[in-house]
């Protein structure tokens, strides 16, 4: 069983930031991927960013310039860190990890439980 607990989702004006931070836990061989998605309502779950094991993030065009990933991989964690936000980032924020819980397992994707954030005009 692995768990990704999100926190820090909230709601903010327009121009201020929030900060959501995500730990992986449980059994965890080896974790490749991790990375944030969001899902507006009534649109599809995008990707909003994600890193790979040893590289370098990759955001999406609406959020380049304005968040920051980062990732310590010690503590099986991501965070976000989201800046100059906007009305359009009102979303459930989920984090996602791909990961092997075993030696002998294929990578497999899991999920948060997803952090609803809000961002008034």
């Known amino acids: 069983q692995v768990q990704l607990v999100e926190s820090g989702g909230g709601l903010v004006q327009a121009g201020g930031s929030l900060r959501l931070s995500c730990a992986a836990s449980g059994s965890i061989f080896s974790i490749n991927t991790m990375g944030w998605y969001r899902q507006a309502p009534g649109k599809q779950r995008e990707l909003v960013a994600a890193?790979?094991?040893?590289?370098?993030?990759n955001y999406a065009d609406s959020v380049q310039g304005r968040f920051t990933m980062s990732r310590d991989s010690a503590k099986n964690a991501v965070y976000l860190q989201m800046n100059s936000l906007k009305p359009e980032d009102t979303a459930v924020y989920y984090c996602n990890a791909v990961l092997k819980s075993t030696r002998w397992c294929s990578s497999l994707p899991n999920w948060g439980q997803g952090t609803k954030d809000t961002v008034s005009y």
């Open positions: 890193q790979p094991s040893g590289g370098s993030p």
